[in-house]
């Protein structure tokens, strides 16, 4: 399983735009890209996947640069509810399965 | 959305005592995993079943722990003889080929307090 480094907290506004860059040097072939997104007290929330280039949802993008060895989780127009912890994980989700193994994430505070 | 559903959110269980943590997953999913998180610590799996039998587990997962699928549509992890060290939110999630795809998807937790 790819390891994966990600800053440990960050301080963000009300309305600006967050980047959440997250480096896996050793990504496999196979591996896909995912970002969780968890409150306090409750279970991670997917957020975003992707293996190459960008993705988009209407919650947040994934742009994902040629060499696959990083990646950055855009969230635009923060409000206070976006303050949670952010995980970025890497492994192959072939056939479904996959064991996630978490790392402490970013926690993200959103100021008014 | 689909959503992986838990009982119960919070239980309260004296050391010694069996708990038995029960979920839903996402029907049509085809794994199901549960993971546990000390409180203010990582996300730690615990382990993963498919097709009714135990496809990988951690090393924390000893025989204090058992997992089972008892129908079609419920999946329930057992501790027996909790210790106060288990105190921990436990969350169950799912996987699989389905309209869901290949996401992960956890439930909202059960928080166990061992006293």
Known sequence: ????????SMDSYEGQEVNI????????????????????????????????????????SLFIPADRKSSTL?????SL????V?????????GGYNKLIFGAGTRLAVHP | EPEVTQTPSHQVTQMGQEVILRC???SNHLYFYWYRQILGQKVEFLVSFYNNEISEKSEIF???????????????????????EDSAMY??????????????YFGEGSWLTVV
């Open chain 1, 1 to 8: 399983l790819a390891k994966t480094t990600q800053p440990i």
């Open chain 1, 21 to 60: 860059t997250c480096s896996h040097n050793n990504i496999a072939t196979n591996d896909y890209i995912t970002w969780y997104q968890q409150f306090p007290s409750q279970g991670p929330r997917f957020i975003i996947q992707g293996y190459k280039t960008k993705v988009t949802n209407e919650v947040a």
């Open chain 1, 74 to 78: 855009s969230l635009p127009r923060v």
């Open chain 1, 81 to 84: 509810s976006d303050t949670a």
């Open chain 1, 86 to 94: 952010y995980y970025c994980l890497v492994g192959d989700f072939a």
């Open chain 2, 24 to 26: 839903v997953p996402i």
């Open chain 2, 62 to 84: 000893d025989d204090q722990f058992s997992v089972e699928r008892p129908d079609g549509s419920n999946f329930t992890l057992k501790i027996r003889s909790t210790k106060l």
């Open chain 2, 91 to 104: 969350f169950c999630a799912s996987s699989g080929t389905g309209y869901s795809g290949n996401t992960i």
